[in-house]
C-alpha cells in the first residue's frame, strides 16, 4: 500500500494535515498493512507509532481518536467519511480496521509477476549480479560517448 493514497483518502474525507492524527493513522494503515500487524493489539500498535514519531502511545491514541472526531463532526466530504470510516462505532480499532480494509480493497496492489510485471522488478530482488550488468551496460554507453 502506497502512503500517498493513505494521505489522499484522509485529505478527500476532510481531516485537517496539521493534525498530530493525521500522521499517526497513515503511520497506523501502513504498519497494518505488513505481516506483523495483520491481527494488532492496539496497544502495541500505539506504543509502536509513538516510537517511530517520538511520541507517547497515549498522546498517539488521543490524537487519532481527536482526528477521526474532528474528521466526523466536520464531514467536508460526508459521503467518503461515511464509506471510508463510517458515523457509528467509532472506536479507534474499528475505524482504522474499516479505513485499512476499504483502502486495501479499492486500490489493489499490482500484481508485478508474470508476463504483466516483466519490466517490474522488485527492489528486494535486486542482486549483485543485476547490479554489475547495470554497472558494465552504463560503463560501455560512457565509453561509446567519449569516443
Given at each position: 500500500?502506497?502512503?500517498?493514497?493513505?494521505?489522499?483518502?484522509?485529505?478527500?474525507?476532510?481531516?485537517?494535515?496539521?493534525?498530530?492524527?493525521?500522521?499517526?493513522?497513515?503511520?497506523?494503515?501502513?504498519?497494518?498493512?505488513?505481516?506483523?500487524?495483520?491481527?494488532?493489539?492496539?496497544?502495541?500498535?500505539?506504543?509502536?507509532?509513538?516510537?517511530?514519531?517520538?511520541?507517547?502511545?497515549?498522546?498517539?491514541?488521543?490524537?487519532?481518536?481527536?482526528?477521526?472526531v474532528t474528521t466526523?463532526?466536520?464531514?467536508?466530504?460526508?459521503?467518503?467519511?461515511?464509506?471510508?470510516?463510517?458515523?457509528?462505532?467509532?472506536?479507534?480499532?474499528?475505524?482504522?480496521?474499516?479505513?485499512?480494509?476499504?483502502?486495501?480493497?479499492?486500490?489493489?496492489?499490482?500484481?508485478?509477476?508474470?508476463?504483466?510485471?516483466?519490466?517490474?522488478?522488485?527492489?528486494?530482488?535486486?542482486?549483485?549480479?543485476?547490479?554489475?550488468?547495470?554497472?558494465?551496460?552504463?560503463?560501455?554507453?560512457?565509453?561509446?560517448?567519449?569516443?
Amino acid at each position: 500500500m502506497r502512503k500517498d493514497i493513505v494521505e489522499n483518502v484522509l485529505i478527500d474525507m476532510g481531516m485537517p494535515v496539521k493534525l498530530k492524527g493525521f500522521r499517526y493513522i497513515t503511520d497506523a494503515v501502513m504498519l497494518l498493512d505488513t505481516a506483523e500487524w495483520q491481527n494488532p493489539k492496539w496497544t502495541a500498535l500505539y506504543y509502536k507509532i509513538g516510537l517511530m514519531n517520538h511520541d507517547t502511545a497515549s498522546r498517539v491514541e488521543r490524537a487519532i481518536r481527536n482526528a477521526f472526531v474532528t474528521t466526523r463532526n466536520r464531514a467536508g466530504n460526508y459521503e467518503a467519511v461515511a464509506h471510508y470510516i463510517g458515523f457509528t462505532n467509532c472506536e479507534n480499532s474499528n475505524s482504522l480496521t474499516y479505513l485499512y480494509k476499504t483502502i486495501k480493497k479499492e486500490y489493489p496492489e499490482p500484481d508485478l509477476g508474470g508476463a504483466e510485471g516483466e519490466g517490474f522488478q522488485n527492489f528486494n530482488s535486486v542482486n549483485a549480479g543485476m547490479i554489475r550488468e547495470m554497472v558494465r551496460q552504463t560503463l560501455k554507453e560512457m565509453f561509446v560517448e567519449l569516443v
